[in-house]
């Protein structure tokens, strides 16, 4: 190889690879799903680093499951309006629509410093991924009084619901969100390649723990202080729980749920009293469950685990379980007639006195 030939060959390496690093180098920088995770969902960049509150539902693993064939017959229909209020509310099938979801709620920063409890209209952003038809939306939302909007060439359906103004907006063909308008309008600004400030997988604690989550059928992880606050939990129960920053929940659902629970305590000293009262709790369930045979599996799969300030809670519920304490056609679960709908047998009507006129 000449002289000539070699320092062709050097230039070229060097375009090739000048090339290929500045692409990589745009990629990420435009395309931040990479950026997401692996078991994580795309939709991850969109959500803000400062969330409250993230989770996850494979819906369509949950409609296929073994858990759900097994417990639609008993079903309680009034358990269902959530799938209902997504239908009333966008035109969106959740059966059969529907592939994942990805939500947030934003943090609640009162303006007034006083004021104690949230509003009931929490700010929030729900992504759903699927097949959708958009003018059936179009046409379903604007039967229900909604209008029509453009933004950046994005279609936004606009609804008044409770006296506040929310959004559906068509990111794209296999992505609406839906929430408060501003929130819509940033995803569409994103999805277009603005910058989002921090997105939370800046968010290295929060990150932490949906990590543990990826591949999971379900997951939420929010910050202890804001979902008690939006629980609306009494102050003398959440006084009772030692100081804890995040919390984790986990479900695998198939002919089962197993579910993990994870607490990251503000210090060591929290955890281990958070630990002593799970235990507590734990003992407690066993004692009041222990005649009941259909939570035999969910006592014997309890472990409770974690070292330094994670604290750790797992165990599985088989379908007889869930049936025993989910709501259930005409009544609020249970065993026998009274977990089909029936109430308490009525007492014997007394017979009428005997009137002084009557025969003797």
């Given at each position: 190889?000449?002289?000539?030939?070699?320092t062709?060959?050097?230039?070229?390496?060097a375009?090739?690879?000048?090339?290929?690093?500045g692409?990589?180098?745009?990629?990420?920088?435009?395309?931040r799903?990479?950026?997401?995770?692996?078991?994580?969902?795309?939709?991850?960049?969109?959500?803000?680093?400062?969330?409250?509150?993230v989770?996850?539902?494979d819906?369509?693993a949950?409609?296929?499951?073994?858990?759900?064939?097994?417990l639609?017959?008993?079903?309680?229909?009034?358990?269902?309006?959530?799938?209902?209020?997504?239908?009333?509310?966008?035109?969106?099938d959740v059966?059969?629509?529907?592939?994942?979801i990805?939500?947030?709620?934003a943090p609640?920063?009162?303006?007034?410093?006083?004021?104690q409890?949230?509003p009931?209209?929490p700010?929030?952003?729900?992504m759903?991924?699927?097949?959708?038809?958009?003018?059936?939306?179009?046409?379903?939302?604007?039967?229900?009084?909604?209008k029509?909007d453009?933004?950046?060439?994005?279609?936004i359906?606009?609804?008044?619901?409770?006296?506040?103004?929310?959004?559906?907006?068509?990111?794209?063909?296999?992505?609406?969100?839906?929430?408060?308008?501003?929130?819509?309008?940033?995803?569409?600004?994103?999805?277009?390649?603005?910058?989002?400030?921090?997105?939370?997988?800046?968010?290295?604690?929060?990150?932490?723990?949906?990590?543990d989550?990826?591949?999971s059928?379900?997951?939420?992880v929010?910050?202890?202080?804001?979902?008690s606050?939006?629980?609306?939990?009494p102050s003398?129960?959440?006084?009772?729980?030692?100081?804890?920053?995040?919390?984790?929940?986990?479900?695998n659902?198939?002919?089962?749920?197993?579910?993990?629970i994870?607490?990251?305590?503000?210090?060591?000293?929290?955890?281990?009293?958070?630990?002593?009262?799970?235990?507590?709790f734990?003992?407690?369930?066993?004692?009041?469950?222990?005649?009941?045979p259909?939570?035999?599996?969910?006592?014997?799969?309890?472990?409770?685990?974690?070292?330094?300030?994670t604290?750790?809670?797992s165990?599985?519920?088989?379908?007889?379980?869930?049936?025993?304490?989910?709501?259930t056609?005409?009544?609020?679960?249970?065993?026998?007639?009274?977990?089909?709908?029936?109430?308490?047998?009525e007492?014997?009507?007394?017979?009428?006195p005997?009137?002084?006129?009557?025969?003797?």
């Amino acid at each position: 190889m000449t002289k000539k030939t070699r320092t062709f060959v050097l230039a070229a390496a060097a375009v090739l690879f000048i090339g290929l690093a500045g692409g990589l180098i745009a990629y990420l920088a435009y395309n931040r799903g990479a950026l997401v995770g692996s078991g994580l969902p795309d939709e991850m960049r969109y959500v803000p680093a400062d969330v409250a509150l993230v989770a996850f539902a494979d819906v369509k693993a949950v409609m296929n499951s073994e858990m759900r064939r097994a417990l639609m017959p008993s079903v309680d229909p009034e358990s269902r309006k959530g799938r209902q209020m997504m239908n009333d509310f966008a035109g969106v099938d959740v059966e059969k629509q529907v592939d994942h979801i990805v939500a947030y709620v934003a943090p609640y920063t009162p303006q007034d410093p006083q004021a104690q409890d949230p509003p009931d209209m929490p700010r929030a952003l729900v992504m759903v991924q699927g097949t959708f038809d958009p003018s059936r939306i179009e046409a379903f939302i604007g039967e229900r009084a909604g209008k029509m909007d453009e933004y950046k060439g994005r279609k936004i359906f606009l609804r008044t619901e409770d006296g506040h103004d929310m959004a559906v907006g068509l990111i794209g063909n296999n992505l609406i969100a839906m929430g408060q308008g501003d929130l819509v309008r940033g995803v569409i600004d994103q999805s277009q390649g603005a910058p989002l400030a921090k997105n939370i997988t800046s968010n290295a604690e929060m990150m932490t723990l949906v990590r543990d989550n990826a591949g999971s059928t379900a997951w939420v992880v929010g910050q202890f202080s804001e979902i008690s606050r939006r629980m609306r939990l009494p102050s003398n129960v959440v006084g009772q729980v030692p100081p804890v920053k995040l919390v984790a929940v986990k479900a695998n659902i198939n002919g089962g749920v197993k579910v993990a629970i994870r607490a990251e305590a503000g210090d060591t000293a929290a955890a281990d009293q958070l630990r002593d009262v799970v235990r507590a709790f734990i003992s407690l369930g066993r004692l009041q469950a222990g005649s009941k045979p259909e939570f035999d599996t969910l006592l014997k799969s309890v472990e409770l685990s974690g070292t330094d300030k994670t604290v750790r809670l797992s165990f599985a519920l088989s379908p007889e379980t869930v049936r025993a304490i989910a709501p259930t056609r005409g009544g609020r679960g249970g065993r026998g007639e009274q977990g089909r709908g029936r109430g308490p047998s009525e007492p014997p009507i007394p017979p009428a006195p005997p009137t002084p006129d009557g025969p003797k």
